[in-house]
């Protein structure tokens, strides 16, 4: 998918009810910080503007549902900013060369390991997963960001970057390449809340070979007796970059030297952003916070474990949509936890998100045509009273870190309320489309059927055709039959021993 430039043309008027212009922005807009662990006042560094850098998917697999909790997290924060009337500038990355199996500084590249896997290039692999999160990301209804640089497009700048560390003495070269010392940066690991000296080693290169153990690759050399698919000539040999510094670069690129706000799953604030922030710090070098505001979703659970890849094959949006659970009711899922607590994954809670996004949207199908209300001063301009009353019930809720579950009952309520006007209750079906992404203006969807019985010999066939053209290296043939069986509730994992497949 090739990146593509939105402009934002937001409000920043606020008109009243009476059509007066007022200066009143509504709900002051607190936030959690990651950095300092606490709710503050949220003042972008440019007046009426905000820039955010979204980490984005490594594209070695099909994106599964705890990837996209961090998605819906950063959409419906950029909403709520718009309706505020700020201008956005938002990047989300596409990490398509870098990131080692098991999260470290040694070992396999993802993609190249699902390369040969699937027996494709890396190309093809990161093109193929790619169109599948932008297709994830449409089908959940998050808006589109600014840019979607791929990581191998900046590896040149990356070099740069690394080479400017070098010179300022915050790097070493060992075997394994070229690491950052993490004793160069003052107040390492503040954003964990761990002192330096407690940082550990993990799965990364063993702690005597570096000089401290919390020391991360800026430069990951070829392997002994080993030559990687992707590779690159730099000043400490053939190799290519680190995963931490890859966010750094292109962030900086796009975004400026300094910026608003830096997003991400919990699992990144305690080692991913810790060494993007020492990095770009030490290449800035300019005393001040390279990031002034760090947000963090947390874990989407399954069993009370966090969902992810290495926890074997995890759902997909075309399993849930193949069980009959719309996207945009998984979206009303998420929503209905605040973004910083866990949320467990099971099917009672997924029904009545099913169950609860139907009744809203049959509601909202009886009222009048639903207006324009993109943002909470074209929103005043439209309601009575009474509707103005409820709107800033749910600006306060939005407002106060992003409350989405309030919001909903916010919302829920104004619309059962006998009392208020059907015209307002349109505006805060608008205004709930705009903050919460949930199209509630469609028509209610059918129910799923209860259950779903499959031929299991027509199944086999399927997947052994699949399996065919993949060997024949017909890929949309192959990707054909894959959706073919996901619509029948069918998912396929490629593993070395073959195609296995099961029920989602």
């Known amino acids: 998918m090739d990146a ?14 009476a059509g007066l ?3 009143a922005p509504g709900a002051k807009i607190r936030l959690f910080n990651s950095l300092g662990r606490q709710v503050t006042d949220f003042h972008p560094a440019t007046p009426g503007q905000v820039r955010m850098y979204s980490c984005g998917p490594t594209v070695y697999s099909d994106p599964h549902l705890g990837n996209m909790r961090a998605y819906v997290f950063s959409d419906t924060l950029r909403r709520m900013l718009e309706w505020k009337g700020f201008a956005i500038t938002q990047v989300v990355n596409i990490t398509d060369v870098g990131h080692a199996v098991g999260d470290g500084d040694e070992g ?49 700048k990356m070099i740069d970057f690394a080479v400017k560390l070098d010179a300022g003495g915050h790097t070493y070269q060992i075997a394994s390449g070229l690491y950052f010392d993490t004793t160069t940066s003052p107040g390492y690991g503040r954003l964990a809340l761990i002192p330096q000296e407690g940082q550990q080693a993990g799965k990364r290169v063993s702690a005597d070979e570096k000089r401290s153990p919390a020391d991360f690759a800026i430069w990951r050399a070829d392997p002994v007796g080993q030559r990687r698919i992707m590779r690159w000539d730099s000043p400490w040999g053939p190799g290519v970059p680190g995963w931490h510094l890859e966010c750094s670069v292109m962030s900086i690129d796009l975004l400026g030297p300094h910026f608003d706000i830096h997003t991400g799953g919990v ?20 005393g001040h916070d390279w990031v002034r505001l760090w947000m963090h979703n947390e874990f989407l659970l399954s069993g009370g474990a966090k969902l992810s890849k290495s926890a074997g094959r995890m759902p997909t949006i075309r399993d849930l949509a193949a069980a009959g659970v719309p996207p945009l009711a998984f979206r009303y899922f998420l929503l ?19 169950s609860a996004l139907r009744r809203l949207r049959g509601r909202a199908e009886r009222l009048p045509p639903v207006p324009a209300a993109a943002t909470l001063a074209g929103a005043r301009g439209l309601v009575s009273a009474a509707g103005a009353v409820k709107l800033e019930q749910i600006d306060a809720a939005a407002s106060e870190d992003l409350n989405t579950p309030r919001v909903l009952a916010e919302v829920q309520a104004a619309l059962r309320d006998p009392v208020l006007p059907d015209n307002d209750k349109a505006v805060l079906v608008a205004v709930a489309g705009q903050l919460l992404g949930l199209r509630l203006a469609d028509p209610p969807e059918e129910p799923a059927p209860a259950g779903r019985v499959v031929d299991e010999a027509a199944v086999e066939e399927l997947v052994q055709a699949r399996e065919q053209a993949r060997k024949a290296r017909d890929w949309a043939e192959a990707d054909r039959l894959r959706d073919e069986l996901a619509v029948i509730g069918v998912a396929v994992a490629d593993t070395p021993e073959g195609p296995r497949w099961s029920l989602a």
């Open 336 to 354: 209905t936890a605040h973004y910083a607590s866990q949320l467990e994954l099971t099917d009672d809670g997924l029904e009545a998100a099913v």
């Open 108 to 156: 396999e590249d993802k993609v190249e390991v699902a390369a040969r896997a699937e027996q494709r290039s890396v190309r093809e692999v990161t093109d193929h997963y790619t169109a599948m999160f932008m297709a994830d990301m449409e089908a959940l209804n998050v808006l589109r960001a600014h840019e979607y640089p791929r990581a191998s497009d900046y590896v040149p």
């Open 267 to 286: 699992d990144h604030r305690e080692l991913h952003h810790v060494n993007e922030i020492a990095q770009s710090e030490a290449f800035l070098d300019d």
């Open 21 to 23: 212009e007022s200066a």
């Open 4 to 17: 593509r430039r939105i402009s934002s043309n937001s409000e920043r008027t606020v008109v009243t009810a």
